[in-house]
């Protein structure tokens, strides 16, 4: 029984991590939390990865040079543009 915790922490907890962590890069979260219960290193590649398009709660593309950036940013991080954080909310 022991092992199964311990199986399910090596694996699960990375799982579940990468499983939410695609969810908020509108990646395939179930690809990506497979991904990461066996390489776990796909975490650190999904938490540097921007996405290409806006995900409501999490980010945000700039108006003036068209990047991502994260959604409780106020200020764009590439072009210093002021970002208006009460738009589509
Ligand atoms: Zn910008």
Redesign the pocket.
């Known amino acids: 029984m022991s092992e199964m915790i311990f199986l399910l922490l090596i694996f699960g907890l990375p799982a579940a991590l990468g499983f939410k962590l695609a969810l908020s890069r509108g990646k395939n979260p179930f690809l990506w939390g497979m991904l990461s219960g066996i390489f776990p290193f796909f975490l650190v590649v999904l938490h540097f990865h921007r996405p290409d398009h806006e995900i409501r709660g999490h980010f945000r593309k ?1 108006r ?4 991502t ?1 994260l959604w409780k940013d106020t200020v ?1 991080k ?4 002021k970002i208006d954080v009460s738009e589509r909310q």
Not at 64 to 67: E, N
């Open positions: 700039c003036t040079c068209g990047r950036v764009c590439y072009c210093s543009a």
